[in-house]
Nanobody, 117 residues
Framework: QLQLVESGGGLVQPGGSLRLSCAASGFTFDDFAIGWFRQAPGKEREGVSCISSSGGSPNYADSVKGRFTISRDSAKNTVYLQMHSLKPEDTAVYYC??????????WGQGTQVTVSS
């Protein structure tokens, strides 16, 4: 059964850092790109970053460029989102997503990130 499980969220002060993890199972991890999305209260879900199946050519939303880094570890079937210089506007539930013609669109359950003093 395909699963994406996010972890690593929490409460952090402005300027702080967090590393989110997306643990994948039930499919051939190395064959698919994985994306990170977030949804703040009262707002639509938005794309944050995406990494290709090979790990090359990651892309980022303008709002997080230079602060967030996406990576993947094939040995652990995990995609990471390292977040630095966090701002209150980064507060949201963060989700990872798999999109494929074979599996369709799959989301994890999300992990809450709160940036507040």
């Amino acid at each position: 059964q395909l699963q994406l499980v996010e972890s690593g969220g929490g409460l952090v002060q402005p300027g702080g850092s967090l590393r989110l993890s997306c643990a994948a199972s039930g499919f051939t991890f190395d064959d698919f790109a994985i994306g990170w999305f977030r949804q703040a209260p009262g707002k639509e879900r938005e794309g944050v970053s995406c990494i290709s199946s090979s790990g090359g050519s990651p892309n980022y939303a303008d709002s997080v460029k230079g602060r967030f880094t996406i990576s993947r570890d094939s040995a652990k079937n995990t995609v990471y989102l390292q977040m630095h210089s966090l701002k209150p506007e980064d507060t949201a539930v963060y989700y990872c997503k798999l999109s494929s013609s074979y599996y369709g669109i799959k989301w994890g359950q999300g992990t809450q990130v709160t940036v507040s003093s």
